[in-house]
T-cell receptor, first 111, second 114 residues
């Protein structure tokens, strides 16, 4: 089935690390994505990971993938107020590249 | 430079009055997608075009149609908008439909139905 779940809300202090978690159900997913959405705006691609990898680092972002548990996480180091947004994980399905999005996690960064 | 452009950013229509949302892209991508995102929900794929081939999702209501007159432009037509169609509509593009092809999103058009 197609189901991607995330916790709804995360609050951190500026300078701390943020970890946003995601679980998915379709084991055939080959690519998993993290998108950022600021209020009233579209989706900005942050990073992605291929299913045969277990970690990917890109500047302040670290993606961890546990394929056995179908668990994906996004760690943001040194979180800034500009990181406040909704973060969506998404899995890409099969031949049509259909993206199944999670419910989104609202990250609030306190100064 | 904007790569996926959606106009207008905000659209107000009346219940039952047809409305068209537009999307254009400067990436020369083969695939264009339309997603619907209702308030506090995840985006949901409505349909996509691969070149001129239209691919509808099974649960997309018949009220929603799409046109792609050329590579650069794609339109979303809502024939008789209901109150439940108020949402953000997101356009995205990718080079192909294989899983590793990143989708690039436009800023979205927020539709309000009165």
């Amino acid at each position: 089935g197609e189901d991607v779940e995330q916790s709804l809300f995360l609050s951190v202090r500026e300078g701390d690390s943020s970890v946003i978690n995601c679980t998915y159900t379709d084991s055939s997913s080959t690519y998993l994505y993290w998108y950022k959405q600021e209020p009233g705006a579209g989706l900005q691609l942050l990073t992605y990971i291929f299913s045969n990898m277990d970690m990917k680092q890109d500047q302040r972002l670290t993606v961890l993938l546990n394929k056995k548990d179908k668990h994906l996480s996004l760690r943001i180091a040194d979180t800034q107020t500009g990181d406040s947004a909704i973060y969506f994980c998404a899995e890409s399905l099969g031949a049509t590249n259909k993206l199944i999005f999670g419910t989104g996690t609202l990250l609030a960064v306190q100064p | 430079d904007a790569m996926v452009i959606q106009n207008p950013r905000y659209q107000v229509t009346q219940f039952g009055k047809p409305v068209t949302l537009s999307c254009s892209q400067t990436l020369n991508h083969n695939v264009m997608y339309w997603y619907q995102q209702k308030s506090s929900q995840a985006p949901k794929l409505l349909f996509h075009y691969y070149d001129k081939d239209f691919n509808n999702e099974a649960d997309t209501p018949d009220n929603f149609q799409s046109r792609r007159p050329n590579t650069s432009f794609c339109f979303l037509d809502i024939r008789s908008p209901g109150l439940g169609d108020a949402a953000m509509y997101l356009c995205a593009t990718s080079t192909r439909t294989s899983a590793q092809e990143t989708q690039y999103f436009g800023p979205g058009t927020r539709l309000l139905v009165l």
